[in-house]
């Protein structure tokens, strides 16, 4: 059982800041891979940000200069800065984390419910 809790989205206008975070909590193992996703009304979803347990990361082409992702491990939390905010950015924003749980021989992908995020004057 775990559960995935998201925090930070809101209305901002063109050129704020916003910054969101997603905790995980339950029976949990391992984490592995965390990463942000994005999905703007009649759009397909799109992969926003990456970090990997070690550290490194990867953010899609329109975001980078902007956004930064970072991780806190001792509380199972992942964090997306978002700064210099365009109009383009508004979307509900998804949290996905790879994790191993105590019970599970597999790690399983698991999805916060979104927070959305609305940039506009």
């Known amino acids: 059982q775990v559960q995935l809790v998201e925090s930070g989205g809101g209305l901002v206008q063109p050129g704020g800041s916003l910054r969101l975070s997603c905790a995980a909590s339950?029976?949990?193992?391992?984490?592995?891979?965390m990463g942000w996703y994005r999905q703007a009304p009649g759009k397909q979803r799109e992969l926003v940000a990456t970090?990997?347990?070690?550290?490194?990361?990867n953010y899609t082409d329109s975001v980078k200069g902007r956004f930064i992702i970072s991780r806190d491990k001792h509380k199972n939390t992942v964090y997306l800065q978002m700064n210099s905010l365009k109009p383009e950015d508004t979307a509900a924003y998804y949290c996905?984390?790879?994790?191993?749980?105590?019970?599970?021989?597999?790690?399983?992908?698991?999805w916060g419910k979104g927070t959305l995020v609305t940039v506009s004057s």
């Open positions: 996905n984390i790879n994790l191993m749980r105590y019970s599970d021989f597999e790690a399983m992908d698991y």
């Open positions: 339950g029976s949990i193992s391992i984490i592995y891979d």
């Open positions: 970090i990997t347990s070690g550290g490194r990361t």
